[in-house]
């Protein structure tokens, strides 16, 4: 027996589809089967709670769902159900009924919650679970071939000591971790797997009290380090920056920026916002960067903790005059505290995947190398920083070995067509002269005759148009030349 839906037609059995999303995202729910018109006239969509109780969301092609959300559903143009901005409510079955029969989906959604909801700080434990609901949080778990996996923004498994991972059930998984400082603003991810295939992912970021935020910069790259707004300031605090406990600058309540130790401050600026422009990065503008409020000499708060570590690629190549000479990459990252946790790995273009080099620490620096051979090299390659696994930061060099091979091409084939014009333009007057000895020129230049038909002699002056056309001919053949040479290079 059927569900009586309100407009007094029923959904019969059907198969159900499985469509999963994440609290936050989106889902489109087909409307398999359906034959409609243009204006999805014909289509019903209604939601079953408890899989018995209908709630109409679309009747005859209208949404009737109330607005108690960002955003409603829409209608998409094959009449597929459209819901944007998922909350958990949201989950559940669904029904489309039209002319040839009906569909059934069961969206199911993931999500994150954490414990203790409060605020967070360094050392503090934090446990985060992840559901797969039917809706609502109810998880009804009777899936085979569904896996949760809390993994890293390269989509690979965390793992590592400081995790501890348990599964209550194949749709409920928690991770315990103790935070540190940089895990501040850091995004924790699970990921659902449904027969060895990524169906969604949700994530969750931790925000910390005592945050020290980690950036990774390029060799001679330029920073930006926020703090705060200059407006927070009562009468007689001001904001100041410091460089591993070293000031470097204070900005006062009425805009003023006061360098506080001199030559310590090279390709560094404060600007009228309290920021902190670094100009043109160096190794020995690496380091912990603090903004703090200050009350005479006393410190009040800390309003930006930031360590910012140095990442160089180079190249080196070997003996390029043998048939199979190469190049050898070196990667560094320059870790200011230590280089716990952080690691390094390359992007090669022309393997199209991420490839893992040998990594060896040198005091705080580490080192990795990547040997390729010059026939092999890439159009790009990227060394990346990663910590705990995630993608921090990556500097990229592009490699126009190629380039620089049809450059030399073109070059050639510009100086042949040149060559080959001027001996054309030799022997087109040698001819004439050899034909109509009496040609002469005039005092700017211009071509003029004595002749005509080789006849009896008339001066006169070539025809201005002649003249016209001659220097557009050489004008056009100098634009031929330009036009390949942009091509060829």
Known sequence: MGVVFQTGQAFGPSEETKVYSSVGGRAVLPCSGAKFSRSCAEVNWAKLWMS??????????????PSKRSSEPRLGADCSLHIDNLEKEDGGTYVCEHSAGNGTISLQLLSISVEP???????????L?????????????NHSGVKLTWVTERGTELQGDRYSISYKSACHTVLSVVLRATDHQRKWSCQLT?????????????????AVEEMFASEGQTLMLPCTDPASLSAGEKLQWSLSETPLF????????????KGSTQGLRMNPDASLSIHGMTEKLSGRYCCSKLNNSDRISVHRMIVVHLLTLSRDSTDNTKANSSYSWTCSLTCVDSCEDLNLTWSVSLAGSQQDGAVDQINKTLVSKLILPEHHTPGKIACIALSDGTERGRQEWTFQSGNKMLTAAGLLLLALIVLISAIGVVLHVKRRQETCPGTVYDNIGMQAHIYEDCGEAVSRRAP?????QSLETAQSQINTLYVLQSDVS
């Open 52 to 65: 018995i109780v209908p709630e109409p969301v679309v009747c005859s092609g209208r949404v009737v769902t």
């Open 194 to 210: 449904e027969q060895q295939e990524v169906k969604t992912t949700v994530s969750h970021v931790t925000a910390l009290t005592d």
């Open 129 to 141: 679970h992840c559901y797969l609901s039917a809706f609502t949080g109810l998880v009804l778990c």
């Open 464 to 468: 201005l148009r002649s003249q016209t």
């Open 250 to 261: 204070s900005l006062t309540t009425d805009g003023q920026v006061t360098a506080l130790v």
């Open 117 to 127: 909801s409060t605020a967070l700080a360094v050392s503090h434990r934090v446990s």
